[in-house]
């Protein structure tokens, strides 16, 4: 039997690595004493892959978007991006923010300009490209209308809209749908990985849940609690597009595989803590 295009293309392209990151150490200093975020992380990040990263609370898994994201900076190590150091933000990645982070007296349709403004785009191109972005998340009627006029979903797309305008290299996701229900949080996964198989950007999607990391990534990131270490990089090899048939994913003997096994070592991380703080 042949490899499917997809798969094919996948391993061809997860030979180049895009993000390095060697040994990185990041403490922040507290008035209660040190904490210590991460401790000699190492992970290799493939061209257009779609990873997850999962953990328990606190392990630093915001730590370490930010800091491929250049908004905070390690203590010890190095990120790189295309072989380049990373030493702040640049137009080669964006963000989206669980809390959505847009700004509340703007409209939608500006606050998806904002990443080409903040670049210089003139006004009519950018409200041209903005626009394109908006109507892929399906918001063309609302754009015109202010982030208190939308429901958390809706919010949501508009952050999505705008990390994807500005077309990043890389997109960051930091629990982008953990605020949202069940029904809306299931519909936005299938947008996103639409779109991520339309884009091919590179996505590194931080979420607390299992089955989240599962039915989205290529690799699922498992971290270990602080201080945060890369424990495992899980391959998941369910067939994409994923949402393409109303079977779900979760059925397949490939999910139910990967979860139980995900669960196995999160269990023991977390029987640790409690042991450790009796
Ligand atoms: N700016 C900061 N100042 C002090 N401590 C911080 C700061 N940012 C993060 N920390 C601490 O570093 C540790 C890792 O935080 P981080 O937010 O990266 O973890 P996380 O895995 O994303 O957590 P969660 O899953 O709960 O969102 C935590 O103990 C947190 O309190």
Redesign the pocket.
Known sequence: MTASPIKERQSVERQERIIEIRGVS?T???RHGD?H??RDVDLDIYANEFITVL????????????LIAGL?KPDGGEVTLGGKRITGPGPDRSMVFQDFALMPWATVLTNVAFGLQVRGVAKSERQDRAMEYVRMVGLESFARSYPHELSGGMQQRVGIARALAVDPTVLLL??PFSALDEQTRRLLQEQLLQMWEAQRKTVVF?T?SIEEAVLLGDRVVL?SA?P?RVGRAVPVSLSRPRFESVDSPEGSEEFMAVTRDLWQSLRAQAAEAVETSV
């Open positions: 990041k922040f200093r507290g904490v975020a991460l953990g328990p609370s606190g392990c630093g898994k915001t730590t370490l978007l930010r905070t930091d629990e931080v607390h971290m602080r945060g």
